[in-house]
Every structure is written in structure tokens, then in C-alpha cells.
């Protein structure tokens, strides 16, 4: 068996234990990154949305007020 047995007594090899070390380290950053990186794309795509919404009421509130003075209406209360 290549790597040794616990049992034995026989430790891994360097090259395996420095890789897991590695692994150890980076994976932290890495799991907190990608965090990271879905927090924000959730934020942007919502910030995305929100400016869209604000978009068309403004569109809407441009568009409709000429009709309204020329017909004399109020706009409707929600």
C-alpha cells in the first residue's frame, strides 16, 4: 500500500502532507470567497432589479402626466 499504514507506524509521505497542508490553508479562503462572491452577485442583481422598478415608475409618471393635464384627472391614490 503506497502511503503507509497508520497502523505500521509509517508516516504519509512529505508530498502528501504538504499538499493536505495546503489544502488546509486555502480552503478557508477559498469557502469565504465564494461567499463572498454570491452575496455580492445577490446584491448587484437586486440593486439590478431595483433600478429597472424605479426605471419604469419614473417612465410611467413622465409618460402618463401630459394625459392627465389634458384630460383633467388626478392620478388614482393606492
Known amino acids: 500500500m503506497r502511503g503507509g499504514n ?3 507506524g509509517v508516516a504519509a509521505p512529505p508530498n502528501r ?5 495546503y489544502i488546509s ?8 470567497g465564494t461567499i ?3 452575496a455580492m452577485r445577490a ?3 437586486a440593486d439590478r432589479a431595483e433600478r429597472a422598478a424605479q426605471a ?3 417612465n410611467e409618471m413622465t409618460h402618463s402626466a401630459p394625459a392627465q393635464a389634458a384630460t ?3 392620478p ?3
Not at 502532507?17 to 497542508?21: F, G, N, P
Open 56 to 58: 419604469a415608475a419614473e
Open 25 to 32: 490553508v486555502l480552503l478557508p479562503s477559498a469557502a469565504v
Open 72 to 74: 383633467g384627472q388626478l
Open 43 to 45: 446584491i448587484f442583481g
Open 6 to 8: 497508520r497502523e505500521s
Open 17 to 21: 502532507l504538504a499538499t493536505m497542508e
Open 36 to 38: 463572498f462572491y454570491f
Open 76 to 78: 388614482a391614490k393606492n
